[in-house]
């Protein structure tokens, strides 16, 4: 069957699609500051009661000491993903440092220079003596501002029982391996065309204290005498105030097939840089980043999606990849909501779901560095003037409003929501679709509309809203008790973090300098 058949099965054939193809497997990370109650960057470490951030399997830390990063493991229940997130953040909030809180907003805090930004410690074995490293050279490169921004990041992938009946539904001869990788791929690239369209429905970026662009060339205008803004932004977290730089912009990835995703990332592995060779590799004994290539790791390449795999320690991500084909992808393009206490909920994640699926089943031909540049443009376009009126898009070389293409997607996406729907015996899908329809009918619904307006009404600067919304979130997590058992298993992955840290640390045969010279000489 062609993938033109199965959008018909879509449409018309709803019984068709099994119960058991909707138990979507889901996983969230979520980053958030740690601030204090003047609205600073936290300067203290990572509280030990959560754990060792190189061990812990589900608290860790990104860039900064001060970035906590919260991970759910994977589960196809929508409710039962949000309530061990819940559980997280109550059991955060009661072990943080007094008169710190949780920082609400993807973009950061006050921050009036590098130095208040400590780098993430991993303690003294060879790999987080590496994961350390890796950030130093991020600050590098980019700024360590850059990486003080945070976001939600949401792994997806559709259920075991599923690739093997669709393999044959469409008449595929490949192994599943094959078949399955090269499906998430079609999925990816589907998502870059149609990405904009997430970030005009949850962005929530619109507006960033003017401490965090001193030094770097803006196109923000003034919203106060604290803030910079642009009036219809919608997540200036994705544009150039983000994770940009020339580098990044001259590694063309192509989607089509994994082998050319592969080595599209490894020549960047292997590939010296001029500015990153002139900042060198050590200064004064101290070391400032792993090597002087396009890329540190294959983590530094910004993409608003990735394939993923998991797998041993000790193996890289493109080994990996390579050895077993995708598993998951992540979607990395979802700011923090600063009204929903978990920056996320329910009726996005049913959008998302129903989004992904729409990317999966829909057409999906094969990506070239022109289309690349238009999706580029869209997504631009969308970050820094989405919510203008009568806003063009480009589709295929020609002009489309953004509201009269957005208003083309959700209706086809909702073929994906119906699938959904009748497996799960719910409306809840439609009913995501009917608000994030709303919001394209009405700009003003969207997150990053609700926080301008809020500013305005409230006569208040961007780090000041941030902070009431922090101080809201906080109390309302700690007016409500953890769960008993869930408090004893989270302290026991906390213990035992802390144990697995100290094993790793006792088990390095190598010095540092042997083990990097061998992670820089990296053959695929």
């Not at 360590?144 to 008449?171: C, V």
């Not at 990044?248 to 080595?263: A, E, F, K, M, P």
């Not at 926080?451 to 809203?465: A, D, N, V, Y």
Request: with cysteine; proline share 4%.
């Amino acid at each position: 069957m062609s993938d033109s058949l199965h959008a018909s099965l879509n449409r018309f054939a709803l019984p068709e699609f099994k119960s058991d193809w909707a138990n979507i497997n889901r996983g969230i990370e979520k980053e958030s500051l740690r601030v204090t109650r003047e609205g600073r960057l936290a300067q203290t470490a990572h509280p030990r009661a959560l754990g060792s951030a190189l061990t812990h399997p589900y608290i860790t830390t990104d860039y900064s000491e001060a970035l906590v990063e919260l991970i759910t493991p994977v589960s196809d229940s929508i409710s039962g993903t949000l309530d061990f997130l819940e559980d997280l953040h109550k059991y955060v909030y009661d072990n943080l440092p007094d008169g710190e809180r949780l920082w609400v907003a993807s973009m950061p805090c006050l921050i009036e220079s590098n130095d208040q930004i400590p780098l993430a410690r991993y303690g003294s074995s060879n790999m987080g003596q590496l994961k350390t490293l890796y950030r130093e050279g991020l600050g590098h490169r980019y700024g360590r501002l850059m990486q003080t921004i945070a976001g939600i990041h949401y792994n997806f992938s559709m259920p075991e029982s599923f690739w093997a009946e669709y393999k044959d539904m469409l008449g595929s001869t490949e192994d599943l391996q094959t078949f399955r990788t090269r499906k998430y791929l079609h999925l990816i690239r589907n998502f870059h065309r149609y990405s904009w369209l997430l970030v005009y429905l949850f962005g929530a970026s619109p507006a960033v204290s003017k401490c965090f662009t001193q030094g770097r060339d803006h196109q923000l205008d003034d919203f106060d005498e604290a803030t910079l803004y642009k009036p219809y932004a919608t997540c200036l977290r994705m544009g150039d105030l983000g994770y940009r730089s020339d580098a990044q912009r001259s590694i063309y990835v192509c989607y089509n097939d994994l082998n050319n995703y592969i080595d599209s990332l490894y020549n960047a592995l292997i590939t010296p840089y001029p500015e990153y060779e002139q900042i060198g590799m050590q200064r004064n004994g101290h070391r400032l980043q792993i090597n002087t290539n396009l890329l540190q790791l294959e983590n530094e390449f910004y993409a608003t999606i990735r394939p993923k795999r998991v797998g041993g320690a000790g193996k890289r991500p493109l080994q990996l990849l390579k050895e077993g084909g995708i598993q998951y992808i992540e979607v990395r393009a979802l700011d923090l909501n600063p009204f929903l206490p978990l920056g996320i909920d329910a009726e996005q994640i049913h959008f998302l779901d129903a989004f992904l699926m729409y990317c999966l089943f829909s057409d999906s031909p094969a990506c070239d560095e022109r289309e690349n540049q238009e999706i580029e443009q869209n997504l631009s376009l969308t970050v820094n003037r989405g919510r203008e009126p009568g806003l063009q898009l480009h589709r295929q070389g020609t002009k489309i409003a953004l509201q009269e293409w957005a208003q083309v997607l959700i209706n086809d996406i909702q073929h994906s929501a119906d699938l959904l729907d009748h497996a799960h015996r719910t409306s809840a899908y439609t009913r995501s679709l009917e608000t994030q329809l709303g919001k394209v009918k009405d700009s003003s619904r969207t997150p990053s509309a609700r926080i301008l307006q809020t500013m305005r009404e409230s006569g208040i600067p961007f780090c000041r809203f941030a902070m009431r919304e922090s101080e809201r979130t906080q109390q309302a997590f700690n007016d409500d008790c953890i769960d008993p058992q869930r408090l004893s298993e989270f302290q026991a992955a906390s213990r035992e973090s802390w144990d697995e840290q100290a094993a790793s640390e006792a088990s390095d045969e190598l010095s540092f300098d042997e083990f990097l010279t061998r992670w820089n000489d990296y053959h695929l």
